[in-house]
T-cell receptor
Framework: GAVVSQHPSWVICKSGTSVKIECRSL??????MFWYRQFPKQSLMLMAT?????????EQGVEKDKFLINHASLTLSTLTVTSAHPEDSSFYIC???????????FGPGTRLTVT | AQRVTQPEKLLSVFKGAPVELKCNYS??????LFWYVQYSRQRLQLLLR??SRESIKGFTADLNKGETSFHLKKPFAQEEDSAMYYC??????????FGPGTRLSVLP
């Protein structure tokens, strides 16, 4: 149990366009989902925490107007990278926290390349 | 601000040798401490957390509040332990902060 999926697994988009990444908890309800960014050979950097039905909490330095997060249900959170630029190219990973525990379960990640 | 450090980027040991992956943290409160592991071409997964005080795959980790450390240990390393290991902390299941990671390579 506790499987988290991400879609797409990789995406290439042109500068100036927007791209949406989905994160789903497949077999459990997740009141909290986390979005991370990972640069090559670096650690995960928490971008934002989203709680179902409320606005996401963004970490310092993360532009909330650029990285739109929606957590409309207990099994789905989306990250939309708006007006993408090449510097937004990265590996984006989501995780979902099972209600009532401190554990989080990670998705496989989405590799975004902006040309 | 909370911070997690892992001084070794790469740690190589021979099969059967003891292994210790170091982790230190800075946080003024009482955070939850975790070790996550990422095997080749797999997603990140929880290895263990300090509040459960359990041993997973032969690994243990003791929280030392005086030294603000949470080192991961295993008495006899196996080749299948080769992976990337991340130490992380959180407060009340939020605000997760990950260390830079240590790549463990267990040599035959």
């Amino acid at each position: 149990g506790a499987v988290v999926s991400q879609h797409p697994s990789w995406v290439i988009c042109k500068s100036g366009t927007s791209v949406k990444i989905e994160c789903r908890s497949l077999d459990f309800q997740a009141t909290t989902m986390f979005w991370y960014r990972q640069f090559p050979k670096q650690s995960l950097m928490l971008m934002a925490t989203s709680n179902e039905g409320s606005k996401a909490t963004y970490e310092q330095g993360v532009e909330k107007d650029k990285f739109l997060i929606n957590h409309a249900s207990l099994t789905l959170s989306t990250l939309t990278v708006t007006s993408a630029h090449p510097e937004d190219s990265s590996f984006y990973i989501c995780s979902a926290g099972r209600t009532g525990t401190y554990e989080q379960y990670f998705g496989p990640g989405t590799r975004l390349t902006v040309t | 601000a909370q911070r997690v450090t892992q001084p070794e980027k790469l740690l190589s040991v021979f099969k059967g040798a003891p292994v210790e992956l170091k982790c230190n943290y800075s946080y003024s409160g009482s955070p939850e401490l975790f070790w996550y592991v990422q095997y080749s071409r797999q997603r990140l997964q929880l290895l263990l957390r300090h509040i459960s005080r359990e041993s997973i795959k032969g690994f243990t980790a003791d929280l030392n509040k005086g030294e603000t450390s949470f080192h991961l240990k295993k008495p006899f390393a196996q080749e299948e332990d080769s992976a990337m290991y991340y130490c992380a902390l959180s407060l009340y299941g939020q605000n997760f902060v990950f260390g830079p990671g240590t790549r463990l390579s267990v040599l035959p």
